[in-house]
């Protein structure tokens, strides 16, 4: 098969478990209705706000929300990326930022652990710090699926190309970039990020973002795309919780890659 139909869900999560989870599971469910068989969550998205309180509802791999998406996939027959939850760790009051990725019999076939961690003091836009909740990964994750390679990253792993470049010696056709991208950085960094990572390493890139408000102080940009091989954007989420289709056509992939070689062109193997 040389096309597919790519779905980003785009969310506004809270500290409220229960409620992120179905309302994942139901926009989830309108993407595969409309022939999404790729459906791609944001980072964090059975729960985001205070720091402590994502970290207490850490769960192992095998926890409640990673059965659900198991669950929808397979209900669905669909492949279905968990954006990513709060992994518990071997670190007491440290987490792990995990995205897994489930096949359409609801196996799990990927599990990515966060490599960068946003520490950053931007002022009057956005200050976090990540690694002090946060371990970070150590894996390159990228799985061969039956129509493609998909590469995974999280968010501030947007602006380390190096990843990006790692994932294209593993032959990604598709990169996931599930986020909780900051309004006052995003406005700015989100969309020319995207569309220099898919031009460079010439691959579909799918970035499910968080959109809106989730305490007082933590504001996501939304604007969840897909991006194809050649930097269009192929689909943008409107403003809300809500999704995006776009069909990814790996033929024409084949072609941009044919017709301008420019990752055969490296020097020095770099
Ligand atoms: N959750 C994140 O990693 C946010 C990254 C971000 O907003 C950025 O500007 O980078």
């Known amino acids: 098969m040389t096309k597919i139909l790519a779905a980003v869900v785009q969310l506004q999560s809270t500290e409220e478990k229960s409620r992120n989870v179905d309302t994942a599971a139901r926009l989830v469910t309108a993407a595969a209705q409309r022939g999404a068989s790729f459906v791609a969550l944001p980072e964090l998205f059975n729960c985001i706000g205070r720091w402590e309180a994502v970290v207490a509802e850490a769960e192992p791999i095998t926890g409640p929300t990673s059965r659900r998406m198991s669950e929808l ?36 076939l990927a599990c990515y652990r966060k490599r960068h961690l946003f520490d950053v003091d931007v002022p009057d836009r956005v200050t976090v710090r990540e690694s002090e909740f946060v371990m970070p990964g150590e894996e390159i994750v990228g799985t ?35 986020a909780a991208f900051a309004f006052g950085t995003g406005c700015d960094h989100w969309e020319v990020l995207l569309r220099a990572r898919a031009i460079e390493n010439q691959a579909f890139v799918i970035a499910p973002n968080q959109h809106g408000r989730h305490t007082p102080t933590l504001q996501s940009y939304g604007r969840s795309m897909i991006v194809d091989p050649w930097g269009t954007v192929l689909a943008t989420a409107a403003d809300g919780e809500s999704f995006a289709l776009a069909e990814l056509d790996f033929q024409r992939l084949q072609d941009i890659r044919r017709h301008l070689p420019a990752l055969a062109h490296r020097r020095d193997g770099q």
């Open 73 to 108: 996939a397979a209900n669905l027959g669909i492949t279905l990326l968990a954006g990513s939850i709060a992994e518990q760790s071997e670190v007491a009051g440290k987490i792990y930022n995990t995205s897994l990725l489930f096949g359409p019999d609801g196996r799990q």
């Open 144 to 178: 061969q699926l039956p129509d493609f390679t998909l590469g995974q990253s999280i968010c501030y792993d947007l602006r380390f190309p190096e990843l990006f470049r790692a994932l294209a010696d593993r032959r990604a056709d598709v990169i996931a970039v599930p």
